[in-house]
Structures are given as C-alpha cells and as structure tokens.
Nanobody
Framework: QVQLQESCPGLVKPSQTLSLTCTVSGDSITSGYAHWNWIRQPPGKGLEWMGAIDNSGSIYYRPSLKSRTSISRDTSKNQFTLQLSSVTPEDTAIYYC?????????????????WGQGTQVTVSS
C-alpha cells in the first residue's frame, strides 16, 4: 500500500520560504514511471497543481509559480520536498503531495492514484 505523508509547517510569515516534505512508503520515488506531485487548495478554491518530480529526477513546475518554487528529493529517505519562496497570504492553503502514473498538470482528483492527508499552511504575520 502506497502511503504519502506531508510534514506540518503550520504558520509561515509573509516573505518567508515555505518548506514541505513528503515521505513516501510502499513505493520507491526512483522506480517505475511515477510522478510525485505537489498540489494545493486555497480556501474556497479548487485544487491547483504546483509541480512534480519524476522517477528520474526531472522536475516540472506550474509556469505561474516557477519563479518561486523549488522541488527536490532525497532518495536515501524516499522523500521529496517543496520550497515556495516569498510567500504571501494568498499562499494560504491545504498542501497535498500525490502520486500519478504519468505527468499530470491538473487538479483533478481522479488523475492521482495516491494522496497524502494534506497539511494546512497559513501565511500570516
């Protein structure tokens, strides 16, 4: 059973960098054709795909967030991470990590086979 678990940064101040880690169990982030994604849902809005890293380490970003987003991985820990810089209150959201079998850039739930439980991130001074 594939399981994903996000870390819990909680409250982040404006202009700071948000850092999230997703720990994967039941699958290797370097095997197969899986893509490991970051997706968020601001309050009252739909799911927004932010970016992904695939089994080979190739990284994909949402164009509108690319200048502020960095995705990386630690294969020894079977983890991948998201850093979002210069955050504002508009970055307040529930952040999810999710697995897809190929590159997906949508917020459609059905396109991702496995999800973490999500973690609330609030940007506020």
């Amino acid at each position: 059973q594939v399981q994903l678990q996000e870390s819990c940064p909680g409250l982040v101040k404006p202009s700071q960098t948000l850092s999230l880690t997703c720990t994967v169990s039941g699958d290797s982030i370097t095997s197969g054709y899986a893509h490991w994604n970051w997706i968020r849902q601001p309050p009252g809005k739909g799911l927004e795909w932010m970016g992904a890293i695939d089994n080979s380490g190739s990284i994909y970003y949402r164009p509108s967030l690319k200048s502020r987003t960095s995705i990386s991985r630690d294969t020894s820990k079977n983890q991948f991470t998201l850093q979002l810089s210069s955050v504002t209150p508009e970055d307040t959201a529930i952040y999810y990590c999710a697995r897809s079998s190929e590159l997906k850039t949508t917020g459609l739930i059905r396109e991702y086979g496995y999800w973490g439980q999500g973690t609330q991130v609030t940007v506020s001074s």
